[in-house]
């Protein structure tokens, strides 16, 4: 019986494609520490006996293990463990057991052996959807089209869902359309975005508090689990949740039971969890920022999102929509296409949109725009994101000063976006603007920006 298992080694996880999906049925116990570490055995129907003799499924080396230490077998989506009488013990979260339920991610200790209980990951494939559009999302891209497909087949249960992907990938539409699509849409969709939120603050904010929990909580406050009751809750960028708050968010998800702060009891919630992060949480996992038995509770179904750069040819369809939604007509010059595709797009579509909406600002009416060129002090085929893609607040500044850098920010790069528009022409850019021509030359003195090389007449 030893030498038919004790010599396996397998890849724990091996999804890859745009999703993944746990799968909780197939099982295993992978030693991650001793001599032995590497080695794992699949979980079937009968028990499994873990120990050193040569008469147990799962053989270890490790001195500090007994003969016949413990036996494991699959209960649902736990691993029921049980101590055989060993003499070192068997232990699960520093406590020592006779019988204990063990969750995926789950570790525990056979002597000295560390022995996690995993599951097989592997890789959806989904027919593409015959749309380019679902929802807010646009994708003729083979990968987003099976994305579509999947949010569909996945909406109308309950399974929990992370998101990965860069930030503007649209992590957050990709929930809001699984919310749409299921039973609970009539509930709330409830945001909780995770880096928004005082740390001192954070578990009140998500599991609410009573009062007098502490200083200022004059009143009893719902948290967000609590709103979403019925229906989603939507934890944003989940990687930068601390790993101190990170149990209690465990606890949660498997009892769907909530405590407030300075509470003693529990509430009971029926919400679908759809979590985003803009990293890998696997790695997270790996490096000991990320609980393992968390990542499992929540990865069930697992979706990557492509960066815009993989799909170039998303591009075109992207901007006439955004044209469309921005209510201004104006045109684009179909050779400009090249350079967008061309670029690494380190906002993704959010920075595209922002480019298209300030080329709205100012082009209405316009045809043959180049869009290009309102991607703001960038060249085409660099990495630095735009310096107008977000605000650049001076933190130890007061607010007054900070607010007038951000004015100054705002009005020089609005002149020079209006003056590259019109070919340096001061009065046709003065008059898109609205204001008037002395004005605005004004404005270009002040700023330090020269109009150079053309007739400035009307």
């Known amino acids: ?70 036996e494991a077998v699959i209960s649902g989506e736990y691993v029921v463990v049980k101590d055989l009488g060993s003499t070192n013990g068997t232990y699960y979260r520093d406590a020592r057991v006779g019988e204990v339920y063990v969750p995926l991610g789950g570790e525990i200790s056979f002597g000295k052996v560390k022995v996690k209980v995993v599951p097989e990951e592997v890789a959806l ?116 949740f601390s790993l101190d708050l990170q149990p209690k968010l465990l606890r949660v998800l498997e009892s769907r039971e909530v405590q407030k702060v300075g509470g003693d009891g529990y509430e009971a919630v029926d919400v679908r969890v759809i979590a985003a992060t803009n990293r890998n949480l696997k790695n997270e996992v790996r490096s000991g920022n990320f609980r393992e038995d968390l990542y499992y509770r929540l990865a069930v179904v697992k979706i990557q999102l492509p960066p815009l750069r993989d799909r170039p040819n998303d591009i075109a369809r992207l901007v006439e929509h955004f044209i469309q939604v921005s209510g201004t007509e104006f045109s684009i010059d179909p050779s400009c296409l090249g350079a967008l595709k061309g670029y690494t797009w380190p906002g993704n579509v959010r920075q595209l949109k922002n480019v298209v909406d300030r080329a709205a600002a100012l082009s209405r009416g316009k045809t043959n725009v180049d869009i290009s060129r309102f991607i703001q002090e960038e060249d085409l085929d660099g990495d630095r994101a735009p310096s107008g893609s977000k605000l650049s607040i001076d933190r130890q500044a007061s607010f007054k000063e900070a607010k007038a850098n951000i004015i100054s920010d705002f009005e020089s790069q609005y002149i020079e976006a209006l003056l590259r528009e019109h070919n340096n022409n001061i009065s046709l850019a003065a008059r898109e603007a609205g204001i008037d021509r002395k004005h605005f030359k004004e404005l270009m003195r002040k700023y330090g920006i020269e109009a150079k090389g053309t007739d400035d007449s009307d």
């Open 1 to 70: 019986m030893g030498d038919e298992h004790s010599t396996t080694v397998t890849e724990v996880l091996r999804g890859s494609g745009p999703a993944t999906r746990l799968n909780p049925s197939a099982l295993k116990l992978f030693v991650a520490s001793g001599p032995d570490k590497g080695k794992s055995i699949a979980l079937a129907g009968r028990p499994i006996i873990v120990g050193t003799g040569g008469d147990v499924d799962l053989e270890l080396t490790e001195r500090s293990v007994s003969r016949r230490h413990a």
């Open 125 to 240: 494939e989904n027919k593409p959807h015959e749309s380019d559009r679902l929802g807010g999302l646009i994708g003729g891209d083979l990968r987003m089209r099976e994305i579509f497909s999947l949010i569909e087949d996945i909406a109308t249960s309950d399974v929990t869902v992370v998101i990965e992907g860069e930030t503007g990938t649209g992590k957050e539409l990709v929930a809001k359309a699984i919310h749409e699509r299921s039973g609970r849409a009539s509930k709330p969709l409830v945001v909780f975005d995770c880096t928004n939120q005082p740390k001192d603050l954070i578990e009140s904010a998500l599991f609410g508090h009573v009062k007098g929990a502490f200083t200022g909580a004059t009143s009893e406050r719902a948290g967000a689990f609590e709103r979403a009751n019925g229906g989603t809750i939507f934890l944003d960028e989940l990687g930068e």
